[in-house]
């Protein structure tokens, strides 16, 4: 059974920084799309950033430039360094993990979605 849990979430003042991490474990998945995507309260999903088996990646427009997703695959594990933050970038960010061998696509997301996510961290920046 795959088990996706996220950690580095916190409070931090605008112009801050924050590292998220994404550990997987249950299974290994020879081709894949990994995803960040936040949802803040009463708010829809919104796609952060995205990284492909392959290494491809996609950024929210609104994130290009600050975030940088990366993974350690011997660790099984998926990071999302995130840069001068601002507080519209407050939310609670998820990771998601599917099988699929079609990549990324524009918006920070994963063509193909709803594999398997975690319960999220919650990011707090002030002003």
């Known amino acids: 059974q795959v088990q996706v849990v996220e950690s580095g979430g916190g409070s931090v003042q605008s112009g801050g920084a924050l590292r998220l991490t994404c550990a997987v474990s249950?299974?290994?998945?020879?081709?894949?799309?990994m995803c960040w995507f936040r949802q803040a309260q009463g708010k829809g999903r919104e796609g952060v950033a995205a990284?492909?088996?392959?290494?491809?990646?996609s950024y929210a427009d609104s994130v290009r430039g600050r975030f940088t997703i990366s993974q350690d695959n011997a660790k099984n594990t998926l990071y999302l360094q995130m840069n001068s933050l601002k507080p519209e970038d407050t939310s609670r960010y998820y990771c998601?993990?599917?099988?699929?061998?079609?990549?990324?696509?524009?918006?920070?997301?994963?063509?193909?979605?709803?594999?398997?996510w975690g319960s999220g961290t919650q990011v707090i920046v002030s002003s």
């Open positions: 998601e993990v599917t099988p699929s061998t079609r990549g990324v696509k524009s918006g920070g997301y994963c063509v193909d979605r709803d594999g398997y």
């Open positions: 249950g299974h290994f998945f020879s081709s894949y799309c």
């Open positions: 990284i492909a088996y392959d290494g491809s990646t």
